[in-house]
């Protein structure tokens, strides 16, 4: 599947115990060719990044990073694999790891906002 991140929001709908992204948690996406990044706040977050790499499947290779609630620095390695919804939407399904703090793992599950 080809996706086209560039101007997408997402939000999440289900995480791990171990993971900071929840209600309140959008994701503003964008991307230049192969290159795909976004913006994140809201809930247990105050600002993150992520800078991705994706290939001709639309499945990204992520890295992230960002300051929780407590002014904890968090950083992390992620795989994400899209699925079209029949609204013509985006659900992804992230495969993640801490590579600070616990260093635990876990998933979850994002859903964009609005239809592109």
């Not at 795989?79 to 079209?84: C, D, G, I, S, Y």
């Not at 876990?106 to 239809?115: D, I, P, R």
């Amino acid at each position: 599947m080809t996706v086209d991140y560039d101007g997408r929001s997402f939000v999440a709908v289900a995480n791990s115990e171990s993971g900071e992204v929840g209600d309140g948690t959008v994701f503003h996406y964008r991307q230049d060719g192969d290159l795909v990044w976004a913006d994140y706040a809201g809930g247990d977050i105050r600002r993150g990044h992520l800078v991705a790499t994706v290939d001709g499947q639309g499945c990204l290779d992520m890295r992230y990073h960002h300051v929780n609630q407590a002014g904890d620095l968090m950083t992390g390695v992620c795989r994400t694999t899209p699925e079209a919804l029949p609204d013509g939407r985006l659900r992804l399904h992230e495969t993640w790891r801490w590579t600070s703090g616990d260093r635990s793992a876990g998933t979850s599950v994002l859903e964009e906002t609005g239809g592109k």
